[in-house]
């Protein structure tokens, strides 16, 4: 399954209202153990300081099973009310996330484009 349609699932499950802790939880250490959505663990960092406000040393960093168990046990302690805000900030960051990638590929296009008139100039 490719990374954008993993990530679908699992951000369409999270605009569900009725939305539970287990499920925030299970899709929070989903999206943390998935390669293709964070393809290293150093990408994973911003997340856990965006989403759950945590930060771990870098022996913990390098393992997802740590980072997982960490945040696992974070969770467990919140109350509904802050697994909600959990559920919006997880909603929130791959949102940002998208729209970053669309200005990167924008970019990226343009660049392209100048390249290929430089080289059929050539």
């Known amino acids: 399954m490719s990374s954008q349609l993993q990530m679908d699932k699992y951000l369409n499950r999270l605009l569900y209202e009725s939305v539970d802790s287990i499920e925030v939880l299970g899709i929070s250490i989903a999206l943390i ?16 300081i965006k989403v759950f406000d945590l930060q771990f040393l870098p022996y913990v960093m390098k393992s ?8 696992s046990r974070t969770l467990v302690k919140l109350n509904d009310e802050e697994i909600h805000k959990i559920k919006l900030k997880i909603l929130e960051y791959f949102k940002s996330d998208e729209e970053s990638d669309k200005v990167k590929s924008s970019k990226r296009n343009t660049a392209n484009e100048k390249m290929k008139k430089w080289l059929e100039g050539l």
Request: glycine share 0%.
């Open 33 to 48: 153990y998935s390669k293709e959505i964070f393809k290293k663990n150093e990408d994973l960092k911003n997340f856990l």
């Open 64 to 71: 997802r099973t740590l980072i997982a168990a960490r945040v």
